[in-house]
């Protein structure tokens, strides 16, 4: 019922910035928390941020803070990964998510429905 698409993945050099944007259909947006995270080639899926049903609380992986910032636009029903400063080790398939609760979780259990990823690549 709930469908996402990503998209603004893409090759950067290293400290460059992307900004990935992730459009939801199909239920009331502003009422659920969302998140974004990444899997790497030979690695599990790792949480990078989350932001909840109102935009007002975020939460970051401590790989990423200070660098990504999450933000939504409820009006739109868009949510957004700005991504500045990136690294080799950023490369990975992003993925955003729409969770089955309002608040903010960095657990991928939370999540019931799931965008087909988009490809971020950072050369070094």
């Known amino acids: 019922q709930v469908q996402l698409v990503e998209s603004g993945g893409g090759l950067v050099q290293a400290g460059g910035s992307l900004r990935l944007s992730c459009a939801a259909s199909?239920?009331?947006?502003?009422?659920?928390?969302m998140g974004w995270f990444r899997q790497a080639p030979g690695r599990e899926r790792e949480f990078v941020a989350t932001?909840?049903?109102?935009?007002?609380?975020?939460h970051y992986a401590d790989s990423v803070k200070g660098r990504f910032t999450i933000s939504r636009d409820n009006f739109k029903n868009t949510m957004y990964l700005q991504m500045n400063s990136l690294r080799p080790e950023d490369t990975a398939v992003y993925y955003c998510?729409?969770?089955?609760?309002?608040?903010?979780?960095?657990?991928?259990?939370?999540?019931?429905?799931w965008g087909q990823g988009t490809q971020v690549t950072v050369s070094s």
């Open positions: 998510a729409s969770a089955t609760v309002s608040s903010t979780s960095a657990k991928t259990t939370a999540y019931n429905y």
């Open positions: 199909g239920r009331t947006f502003s009422a659920y928390a």
């Open positions: 932001i909840n049903w109102s935009g007002r609380n975020t």
